[in-house]
Every structure is written in C-alpha cells, then in structure tokens.
C-alpha cells in the first residue's frame, strides 16, 4: 500500500461478494508499489441491489478501472457500453475500465492462460486441448485457446442441469472461431481417458485438489504420458496431487499461479498503460504463503 496519499491518488479496486479472500488488491497494490502508479486498489463487497450503482462509480470517480469476480461477472457484461472480443465471446467480463466515457469490459482470465503458458515455453496453437470442467475459468480457457487457433478442444462436465446450456454455448464459440469443439460426460471415465491419451495439453479448471484435498480431477494416471502438460488452475496448493502425480510421470506440469498473476498483468495494463513486473509479483506472493 502507498506510505502516502496525495489529491493525485488514482482509485481502482475489485467487485465480488464475498470479497475479503481476494488476492488482488496485494497483487496490484505490490504492482503500483514496484511501477510507481500513483493509485491505490481497494476490495469492495457490493449487494446486488447496489451493483449498477457500483459500476457508475468508476465514472463518478474517474477510476483506473474495477475488476468485477463472483457472483458478478454477467451483470457485469450487462453494464458496459463496449465489449472486448474475448469478452463477447466468452459471455462474462471480469475487468471494466472507462474510455472516452464509456465503460469497456474485458475479460483477461484466458488470456492469463494463455501467457501463463508461453511463460513456461507452451503453444497451444494446432494442439488438442482437454478441459475438464466447464465453469467460469474452465469457459475462458475454452474460449481463447479457440481464438489462439488450437486444433480441437475435449471439455469434460458432469450431466447436471446446465450441462445443454453450455453444450449450446460451446457450439456457439465453435461455430465463431472455426475450432472443434467436443462435449463429453465427466463421469465417463473411459472416454476420458482415450481422449486423454490423444491430446496434448490437459488443462484442470475444477476445484478438485484445492487446498487439503488430495483428490485427483482424472480417472487415473494411466494415460498421462512425458509428452504431455498438465495445466492446474489451481494455485493453493500450488502442487496439487494430479500434478504431483503427472511429474512422477515426467510430464510438463504448470501451477494456477502463472494464470492468476498474468490475468491481473493484463488487466493492470489496460487500467495504467505500465506492465506488471510479473516475475517479482509470482516471487511476492510465494514468499507471503511462506
């Protein structure tokens, strides 16, 4: 946090309910503190009946920008004058910031995806991907991987009552980017593994393994092979289980933390016009868990 606050002081902060367990105001905070931006970010825990008054606050303010998570980021979509591709695409927007006097919503969680594995040296272009879980992060990942031109996308949800919602959201995206698009049952283990097996990057977007649970998100291991990368989106711990297990398995494993660190350097960027010094941001946040 700034030591001092000047009539200078830019505001920017995060939408959520609840909010308090958010990592973004020590990331961007840390981030103005290294970059010298002259602002602060703030975490605020908004109602639902107040979230459009909420949103109007960033030209009342004229704010760098809000980032909006859970259970927001529809209602968020719905209160932008513009929208970034990925954002139409993908249907939610988890950044907004003011242009011209418009509000312009992004999305930057596939994005954060995505750089978060060229920064580990891996191309999701002309590869078969595999999703497992269709949620919100899981949707984003699905939705820039087609944009980044992957050769086929297998997402695996379980057949619960939004299963056809998003099976007709899926064909939609199919349809607007050219990219084969498969939905299969999570509970069909034996699907899962042949396509396993056929694919090249496995991106895990559910929350099994999060924290003390030592739960695997696939069948078994048996398919993973040293020609494969595992992608947890999960950063706490930031070695799961299934990825402990595919290092056992000489694959190429990537932690959550890469995507939560470049999706807030690019929303950072859109709000400031600086980078994110991102490297010295993921070694901050490694040496506060400690």
Avoid at 67 to 93: F, R, T
Avoid at 154 to 173: A, C, D, G, M, P
Avoid at 184 to 196: A, C, G, L, R
């Amino acid at each position: 946090m700034k030591e001092s606050i000047s009539g200078y002081t830019q505001l920017a902060g995060v939408i959520a309910d609840p909010i308090k367990h958010s990592l973004s105001p020590m990331i961007h905070n840390k981030a103005y503190e290294l970059e010298g931006v002259d602002a602060v970010y703030l975490a605020f825990e908004v109602t639902k009946e107040n979230f459009n008054q909420a949103i109007e606050s960033i030209k009342t303010f004229n704010m760098l920008g809000i980032n909006i998570s859970m259970p927001y980021k529809k209602l968020a979509l719905e209160a932008c004058d513009e929208l970034s591709k990925e954002a139409q695409l993908i249907g939610v927007v988890n950044t907004i910031i003011l242009r011209d006097g418009q509000l312009v919503g992004y999305n930057t969680d596939g994005i954060g995806f995505i750089h978060s594995l060229k920064s580990q040296q891996v191309e999701v272009k002309n590869k078969s991907v595999t999703v497992l879980g269709a949620g919100g992060a899981g949707k984003a990942v699905i939705c820039q991987s087609a944009l980044e031109g992957v050769k086929e996308i297998n997402v695996f949800k379980r057949k619960n009552k939004t299963y056809h919602n998003v099976k007709e959201e899926l064909e939609i995206i199919s349809q607007q980017t050219g990219t084969l698009i498969r939905l299969f049952d999570y509970e069909d283990s034996q699907k899962m593994e042949e396509v396993i097996a056929s694919s090249q990057i496995i991106v895990n977007s559910t929350q099994l393994g999060m924290g003390e649970d030592n739960s695997i998100p696939t069948p078994s291991m048996k398919s993973i092979t040293s020609q494969h990368v595992l992608v947890d989106l999960i950063y706490h711990p930031l070695e799961t289980e299934w990825l402990r297990q595919g290092k056992e398995k000489e694959a190429k494993i990537i932690n959550g933390l890469g995507m939560l660190v470049h999706q807030a350097s690019y929303a950072f960027n859109l709000m400031t016009k600086k980078k994110m010094p991102v490297e010295k941001i993921e070694e901050f946040l490694k040496e506060t868990w400690q």
